[in-house]
């Protein structure tokens, strides 16, 4: 899978979300947020590691809806779907939480 470097503003609904195939890595934060910048190096090895699917950063905050449809509260949350329905989530993720993210996808 390839890693996207930048949470970019919201450019799907949760319908069109939804409906994507395959396997998608949602990744919600922000450029700024010190606890995702500090976290990339793991996100991207992981991502990295993932069979082939999409990795989608998504600028989260306040009065986001796509953020608050998955109940996000703290950054980076990693949403790891297939077929529209979400396998597993890591929030603010260490390396063992990483590594479980995987071990659920493989």
Known sequence: MQYQATYEPETLTRDQLDALEGL???EFGTNW????????SGIEQTIAALPQGRHIKVEDG???????????????TLIVMKEGQ????AVRPDKAALEALTAAVS
Do not use: D, M, N
């Open 62 to 76: 306040p009065g986001r809806r796509l953020g608050r449809s998955f109940r996000v509260k703290l950054w980076p």
């Open 33 to 40: 947020c010190g606890h995702c910048q500090a976290a990339q």
């Open 24 to 26: 998608v890595v949602v």
């Open 86 to 89: 979400e396998l597993t989530r």
